[in-house]
C-alpha cells in the first residue's frame, strides 16, 4: 500500500492544498475578486462624483462646511426645553441637544405607555368575552390601517380646539383641559422627595437581591422564604420612613388662572400631548398583534400541564407562559420600539420642537444642509443602536438555553 | 337501585341558539357581564351621537353662488351639533386630484383606475407569472403618458400641477416598482459568501437607511439632493422624494426578501450547484421563484406600509392626498370643519390599506395550507 492511499483517519489532519490564483475567468476566486473590485469602484465613483458636484456648489454659493456653526448664536425660540435655553444668548449647539432631549422624551414615554395600552388590548384580544374581544380588534385593524401622520394631524386638532383656558373644561380644581395644553397640578419638590425616590431605588436594588437568595434558597431547599413583606418594606416602608424623617413635606401647586392663561402647575402642551397620544395609539395596535401571537404561540397543554401540577392561574401566567411567549414577543418589539422613536420625527409636521425640527430650522438659516441631515442621522442611529443592542441583550438573556 | 340514582342524574344543561351563545361569550360569569353591559352601554351611545352628528343633523350641500364659490353659513350655524359633509362635496376634486386642470381631471381618474386594476391583476395568482412584469411595464407606463400628456393628443400637463390619490398611488407603486429589483440584488448581496466587499456595502446600505427615519431621508432628497447634482441639473422635488422612497424602501424590502433566501434550505443550493448551473441561472431559476413565493405576505405588509408612509411627504410640501386635505381646509370658508376632511382622508387611506391587508391574511392561509 503506497503512502498516497492512505486512510486519512490514521495519518491525522493535513492541510488542505493550497489553492493558487490563476489568471482566469473560470477561477471562482478570481472572478469574485474581479466582481468585487467593479462593484466597489461604481459605488466609490459615484460617491466622489457626488462629492465633487457638492463640493463645486458649495464654493459657488460660499457656503463653508463644518461644524463650526454650533457654537454660533441660535435665536431660534423654542417653546419647551428641559435645559434653561435663552435664543438671545444660546447656541445651535445647545438648541440640538435639546431638540435631543425632547426627542428621547418623547420616544421613552411613548415605548412605555405604548408597551403598556398594546399589552392591555392584546390580552382584551384573547377575552372569552365576545364583545371585549371584537373591540380589540376593531381597534387594531383600525388604527393599523391609517397612516400615523393623519392621526396626529388630528389628535393635534382636537387638542387645538378644546376650549381657550377661561373656559376649559376641569377635573375638580386641579387639572385643566384647554388650548393651551393640559394642566396638572405639581408636586413642590423638596429634599424629602429625593431622598424618598433614592430611598425607593434602593428597596428595588435590595427586593433583587432578596428575591434571589430566595430562589437560591428554594432550589437549595424546596421551601421558599415569602418576598412580598420583605418588598413591601423596602419599596414602601423605606421611602416613606426616610420622607418622614425628613419633615413629611408635602405640598402641591396647582395650577390658577390668570387672566388669560395658567400661572404654575405642570403643563402638557398640545404639540407634545398631541405627539404623543397619536404614536401611542398608532404603535399599540401594533404591540397588540405582537403580544397576542406571542400568548398563541404558547402550545395550550402548557397551561393544563402547569394547572394540574397545581400552580394558580396567576403563577401559570408569570412563570410558565409568559417566559415562552416573551421569546416570540422580543424581537418584533424591538422593532416598533424603533419605529417609536423613528416616527416620533414626525413631530416637525405639528410643530413640536425635537430634533429634526430644530435641525431642519438650523439648516434653513444657516444652509448647513449636509451637517444637518447628517447629525439628525448619526442622532437616529445612535438611539437606535441603543435600543438594539439593549433589546439585543435582554433576547439573549431570556433565550431557550439549548443544550 | 339504578333507576333512582339514573334518574338523580340530570343531563348537563345546554342552551343552544343566540341565548346559549350569549350566555357562552356575554355572560360567562359576573365579571363579565358587568363588561358586557357597561360597553355596550357605551358602544351603543357613542355610535347614537355618531349618527346624529353624521347624519342626521349634518348638512350636506350649501348653495354655490355664481363665482362658484361655497356659501359655509348653514355648516357655520350646525357646528357642534352636526358634521358639515358640505365640505367633502364642495372640495372632492380638489382633494382627489390637487390642481390638477379641471377639465382634464378625467385623466388621473383613469390612473387611479388603473392602478387598482393593476392591484388586483397583481393579487390574482393566475397572474404570477413572468407576463405580470410586462403588464406591470405597459400599466405604468400608461399611467405616466396620462398623467403628463403631450403625446396622443393629450394636452401637456406639468408635474407641479399633479396632486391628491394619483401623488400618493404613483409615490408608493412606482417606489415598489423600482426598489424590488434593487431589494433582491441587495438581499441577494447581503447573503453572498465569496464577496465579502459587496456583503459589508449591502450590510452598511440596509442597517443605514433602516436606523434613520423616513423624514430624515426626505429632507435629505429636498434639501441635500440639489447640491449632489452639477450645475444646471435640476430634477424636480416629485423625483427626488421618489428616489428617496425607493431608497428607503429598498432597505426594508432586502430584509423581506433576506428571509425568503433563509428559509429556504440548502440543499436546493447545492442541488442546483450539482447540476452544474451558473450563480445567476442558479438564483434565477431555482431560488428566486421559491423565496419570493414564501414572502409574499409579508411583501404587501411592507407595502401597506409605504403606501401609508407616503404621506409623510407632506413635510417637505408635496401635494399627495394628505396634502390636498390640508390645503382644503385651510381655505377660509372651510376654515373649522377639518374634522370631516380628516374622516374621508382616514376612509381612503383605509380602503386601501384593509382591502390589501386582508388579501395578504388570506394569502397566508392559503400558502400556509399548500405548503403542508
Same mark, same amino acid.
Given at each position: 500500500m503506497s503512502e498516497t492511499t492512505a486512510d486519512p483517519r490514521l495519518t491525522g489532519p493535513r492541510a488542505a492544498p493550497r489553492k493558487r490564483i490563476r489568471l482566469?475567468? #473560470?477561477?471562482p476566486v478570481f472572478r469574485s475578486i474581479v466582481w468585487q473590485m467593479v462593484v466597489v469602484g461604481i459605488v466609490v465613483a459615484i460617491v466622489w462624483y457626488l462629492t465633487a458636484n457638492t463640493n463645486r456648489n458649495l464654493a459657488a454659493r460660499r457656503i463653508a462646511t463644518?461644524?463650526?456653526?454650533? #457654537?454660533r448664536n441660535a435665536g431660534i425660540p423654542i417653546g419647551e426645553s428641559a435645559l434653561p435655553y435663552d435664543p438671545a444668548v444660546n447656541t445651535y449647539g445647545r438648541a440640538l441637544l435639546i431638540g435631543v432631549l425632547n426627542t428621547l422624551r418623547v420616544a421613552v414615554v411613548g415605548i412605555v405607555l405604548a408597551t403598556i395600552l398594546g399589552t392591555i388590548i392584546g390580552i382584551a384580544r384573547l377575552s372569552h368575552n365576545w364583545l371585549v374581544a371584537r373591540l380589540a380588534a376593531i381597534y387594531v385593524e383600525v388604527l393599523r390601517d391609517i397612516p400615523v401622520l393623519l392621526q396626529l394631524l388630528f389628535w393635534y386638532l382636537v387638542l387645538q380646539s378644546l376650549p381657550a383656558p377661561r373656559q376649559s373644561l376641569r377635573i375638580g380644581d386641579a387639572v385643566f383641559l384647554s388650548n393651551r395644553g393640559i394642566k396638572l397640578p405639581l408636586l413642590v419638590w423638596e429634599t424629602a422627595h429625593t431622598g424618598a425616590l433614592i430611598g425607593f431605588l434602593v428597596g428595588i436594588v435590595g427586593t433583587i437581591l432578596f428575591a434571589r437568595r430566595a430562589r437560591r434558597r428554594q432550589e437549595a431547599t424546596g421551601s421558599r422564604p415569602p418576598v412580598w413583606p420583605v418588598a413591601l418594606v423596602l419599596l414602601l416602608g423605606l421611602p416613606a420612613a426616610i420622607w418622614g424623617a425628613l419633615g413629611a413635606p408635602f405640598a402641591i401647586e396647582l395650577p390658577v388662572l390668570r387672566g388669560f392663561n395658567f400661572v404654575g402647575g405642570g403643563t402638557v402642551s398640545p404639540e407634545y400631548g398631541a405627539l404623543l397620544m397619536g404614536l401611542v395609539l398608532y404603535t399599540a395596535a401594533y404591540i397588540a398583534e405582537i403580544v397576542r401571537s406571542g400568548i398563541q404561540a404558547v402550545a395550550g397543554g402548557q397551561w393544563e400541564a402547569a394547572g394540574a401540577l397545581g400552580l394558580s392561574r396567576w403563577q401559570v401566567l408569570r412563570l410558565i407562559v409568559l417566559p415562552q411567549a416573551l421569546r416570540v414577543i422580543i424581537p418584533p418589539m424591538t422593532s416598533q420600539y424603533l419605529n417609536i422613536t423613528k416616527n416620533s420625527s414626525l413631530a416637525v409636521a405639528i410643530g413640536y420642537q425635537d430634533v429634526v425640527s430644530i435641525a431642519s430650522t438650523t439648516l434653513n438659516q444657516t444652509g448647513q444642509a449636509i451637517e444637518g441631515i447628517g447629525l439628525i442621522m448619526a442622532v437616529f442611529l445612535a438611539i437606535s443602536l441603543s435600543i438594539s443592542l439593549f433589546m439585543n441583550w435582554y433576547n439573549a438573556r431570556i433565550a431557550l438555553v439549548e443544550r | 337501585m339504578s333507576g333512582t340514582a339514573l334518574s338523580a342524574i340530570r343531563p348537563p344543561a345546554i342552551v343552544l341558539g343566540p341565548w346559549g351563545w350569549a350566555r357562552a361569550?356575554?355572560?360567562?360569569?359576573w365579571w363579565s357581564t358587568a363588561v358586557t353591559l357597561a360597553l355596550g352601554y357605551l358602544i351603543l351611545r357613542w355610535s347614537l351621537d355618531f349618527v346624529v352628528w353624521g347624519v342626521v343633523n349634518a348638512v350636506w350641500t350649501v348653495p354655490v353662488n355664481a363665482q362658484g364659490k361655497a356659501d359655509a353659513t348653514a355648516c357655520y350655524s350646525a357646528?357642534?351639533?352636526?358634521?358639515?359633509w358640505a365640505v367633502i362635496a364642495d372640495k372632492y376634486r380638489f382633494i382627489l386630484f390637487?390642481?390638477?386642470p379641471y377639465d382634464l381631471q378625467w385623466r388621473p381618474a383613469v390612473c387611479i383606475a388603473l392602478f387598482i386594476g393593476l392591484f388586483v391583476v397583481s393579487g390574482l395568482?393566475?397572474?404570477?407569472?413572468?407576463e405580470l412584469a410586462l403588464i406591470w411595464l405597459v400599466a405604468l407606463t400608461a399611467i405616466g403618458i396620462l398623467m403628463w400628456g403631450g403625446v396622443l393628443g393629450l394636452a401637456y400637463v406639468p408635474q407641479d400641477m399633479w396632486g391628491g390619490l394619483p401623488i400618493t398611488l404613483i409615490l408608493s407603486t412606482f417606489g415598489l416598482a423600482f426598489a424590488f429589483p434593487l431589494a433582491v440584488l441587495v438581499a441577494l448581496g447581503r447573503r453572498s459568501t465569496g464577496l465579502p466587499a459587496v456583503k459589508l456595502l449591502c450590510v452598511l446600505y440596509v442597517e443605514l437607511i433602516r436606523g434613520v427615519p423616513l423624514v430624515s431621508l426626505l429632507f435629505m432628497s429636498s434639501v441635500m439632493f440639489p447640491l449632489f447634482m452639477p450645475e444646471g441639473v435640476n430634477i424636480d422635488k416629485l423625483l427626488r422624494a421618489q428616489i428617496a422612497i425607493i431608497l428607503f424602501a429598498g432597505a426594508y424590502l432586502a430584509e423581506v426578501v433576506r428571509a425568503g433566501l433563509q428559509a429556504l434550505p440548502k440543499g436546493q443550493q447545492e442541488a442546483a450547484d450539482a447540476l452544474g448551473l451558473t450563480y445567476w441561472q442558479k438564483t434565477g431559476f431555482i431560488i428566486l421563484p421559491q423565496a419570493l413565493r414564501v414572502v409574499i405576505p409579508p411583501l404587501v405588509n411592507t407595502f401597506i406600509g409605504f403606501f401609508k408612509d407616503t404621506s409623510l411627504v407632506l413635510i417637505i410640501g408635496i401635494f399627495d392626498l394628505l396634502t390636498a386635505g390640508k390645503i382644503a381646509i385651510s381655505e377660509p370658508t372651510w376654515q373649522g370643519f377639518s374634522t370631516e376632511v380628516y374622516i374621508v382622508l382616514a376612509a381612503i387611506y383605509f380602503a386601501f390599506c384593509y382591502a390589501m391587508s386582508k388579501y395578504s391574511h388570506g394569502l397566508e392561509r392559503t400558502l400556509d395550507r399548500a405548503r403542508r
Open positions: 482566469s475567468w #473560470s477561477d463644518g461644524f463650526a456653526f454650533l #457654537s | 361569550n356575554l355572560f360567562s360569569s357646528k357642534g351639533v352636526g358634521a358639515c390637487g390642481r390638477y395568482r393566475a397572474f404570477w407569472r413572468k
